[in-house]
C-alpha cells in the first residue's frame, strides 16, 4: 500500500527556514505530478506548491512564490519543500499529497491528487 510520509516540521521564528521533506513508499511516483497543502486552523485546506513528474515545472501560490521551492528526487521516491523568510501566517498543518495518473503538468486542485501523507506540523513565531 502506498504511503507519503512528511518530515522536517516545527517551531521556527519569523525570518526562518525550515526544509519539508516527503517519503514516498509502496511504490514508485517518479512519473506522477506531487504537491503540498497546508490547512491553518480554521481554515481551508490550500495548495502550496506543485511540480510535475520530472521537476521540470513548478506552481506556486502566490503568497509563498519567492521564498519556497518545491523540487524532487526521483531516486529517492522524495519531493522536498525549502521554506524561507517564514512568516507567522504560513503556521500550518502541511501535506505532501501525488497523483494516480501518469505524467501531465502541475495540478493546484485538491480533487487532482489521489494520495495524501499524515502532514507535518509547522509553527513560525513573531
Known amino acids: 500500500q502506498a504511503q507519503l510520509v512528511e518530515s522536517g516540521g516545527g517551531l521556527v521564528q519569523a525570518g526562518g527556514s525550515l526544509r519539508l521533506s516527503c517519503a514516498a513508499s509502496g511504490r514508485t511516483f517518479s512519473e506522477n505530478a506531487m504537491g503540498w497543502f497546508r490547512q491553518a486552523p480554521g481554515k481551508e485546506r490550500e495548495f502550496v506548491a506543485g511540480i510535475n513528474w520530472s521537476g521540470s515545472s513548478t506552481y506556486y501560490l502566490v503568497s509563498v512564490k519567492g521564498r519556497f521551492t518545491i523540487s524532487r528526487d526521483n531516486a529517492k521516491n522524495t519531493i522536498y519543500l525549502q521554506m524561507n523568510s517564514l512568516e507567522p501566517e504560513d503556521t500550518a498543518v502541511y501535506y505532501c499529497?501525488?497523483?494516480?495518473?501518469?505524467?501531465?503538468?502541475?495540478?493546484?486542485?485538491?480533487?487532482?491528487?489521489?494520495?495524501w501523507g499524515q502532514g507535518t506540523q509547522v509553527t513560525v513565531s513573531s
Open positions: 499529497t501525488a497523483r494516480t495518473a501518469l505524467f501531465g503538468n502541475v495540478y493546484y486542485a485538491s480533487r487532482d491528487y489521489d494520495y
